[in-house]
């Protein structure tokens, strides 16, 4: 499909109510990434993404553009490998727990391909972190998988393994609103994964993601959204959580209470600069962290300790994430992999 001949007639279709098809999604991303379309035609598609009903054909066609010319490492002789991240655009600006989880769980015996992107909409995001702990990134596929099978843990910036990407994020903070590419990144893990922990800004998102985990070929999955808008599991309110295990998908609400975890105020769990949000996750593993950061951390990390198979439940999860930081294993693990030994 020639876009540049085409681009005007499909976008008025689009803002009149008629959504892309698979073909246009894909020749629209393509051109997106290749350079061929203007800056502001590139906004354009971004805010015409949001006028119509997203699939899971249409995500799936946008994440096979992304990945085009980006092969994906089949990590079969491994047991398992999972990741675990969000969307952002939940406008609450926490500390990085997400990333901590990781680490924790990496302690525990996961496996984690942590793949982080600099934050487009706060100030720390995964991949700030992680560089200002002097975190030596994978910058191959091969280098992935050797630091997982010495340290359980990766981490591969988005920047290395999706260069032709970079030119749209200073157009996606322009925009000041979450995009698709928002939604589409936590899926475009270069590795092949079996489990998967994504954290969405939007609760009408969680059918449409864990769909995808699924075509994706996830043995395991859960998509949370929490009611107080979180991108993760939140420990301030319920979350909605839609789980993909056997292939069968079901929808649960979890409470904090469920889990012996007492609800705490979202203002406990907000972040700052990169440098505060570092120290915070050194805190927790060294279990010194303000008691809502840490149970926040740990309920995530059961939740990624099931997703890779770890576990059967998530409270089964939450003592072997307890034990990871008590132990020091947690923390043994991250200097093992900042210092390569």
Sequence with gaps: MIIDKNFSPIMEQVFAGRGFSKDETSALVHSMIDGTLSDMR???????????????????????????????LD?????????????????????????????????????????????????????DVLKTLD???????????????????????SNIYYPNLKHLAHIRKTLGFKTII????????????????????????LPLIINCLKNLGRKRALVAHGEDGLDEISVCSATYIAKLENGKITHEVLKPA??????HKIKDLIGKDIEYNTKILLDVLKNDAHPAIMDAVIINTAAILWCAE???????GIEIAKNSITSANALATLEKWKNQK
Excluded: W
């Design 42 to 72: 590139v906004a354009a598609v971004l805010t015409g993404f949001r006028f119509i009903t997203l699939t899971e054909e249409i995500i799936i066609a946008i994440l096979s553009a992304i990945r085009d010319k980006n092969p994906i």
């Design 75 to 127: 990590s079969h002789e491994l047991e398992s490998v999972v990741d675990c991240g969000g969307t952002g655009g939940d406008h609450t600006s926490t500390v990085n727990i997400s990333t901590t989880a990781a680490i924790v769980a990496a302690g525990a015996g996961a496996n984690i391909a942590k793949f982080a992107g600099k934050s487009i909409s706060s100030k720390s995001g995964s991949s």
């Design 135 to 157: 975190l030596t990134p994978a910058t191959t596929l091969k280098v992935a998988y050797e630091n997982i099978k010495k340290f359980n843990i990766a981490f591969l910036p």
């Design 182 to 205: 928002d939604l589409v990144y936590p899926l475009a893990n270069p590795m092949k994964l079996t489990g998967q922990l994504v954290g969405v800004y939007s609760k009408d998102s």
């Design 258 to 263: 469920e889990f012996g975890i007492k609800t």
């Design 310 to 316: 770890k576990c059967n439940t998530i409270f089964e």
